[in-house]
């Protein structure tokens, strides 16, 4: 993913959450930035609630609707979600 980097304002490659510990750093200015964990925890509530409500309505198994939720989510947190996630400065070395 291309973001820019919120402390010299150049483009960088933004790993993927799965690829990454708890930060990393820009490759420009070697500033330790990480993904908004505000946003990965809303995007997926939003997600996990949207659409367990909407297959219970379609009269789906509650425990089965969650499943299903979240293994869909799984699989598509890569493509829709992670696209979207803002990048923030930790701290500048």
Do not use: W
Request: with cysteine; hydrophobic share 45%.
């Amino acid at each position: 993913m291309d973001k820019q980097c919120p402390c010299c304002n150049t483009q960088l490659d933004v790993p993927a959450l799965k690829d990454i510990e708890k930060n990393f750093r820009c490759s420009h200015c070697d500033a330790s930035l990480n993904h908004s964990e505000i946003q990965i925890i809303s995007y997926g509530a939003i997600y996990l609630i949207t659409l367990t409500s909407l297959l219970m309505l379609l009269s789906v198994n509650a425990f089965l609707a969650t499943a299903i939720a979240f293994i869909t989510y799984h699989l598509l947190r890569p493509v829709i979600v992670e696209p979207r996630l803002d990048i923030k400065l930790i701290h500048q070395n």
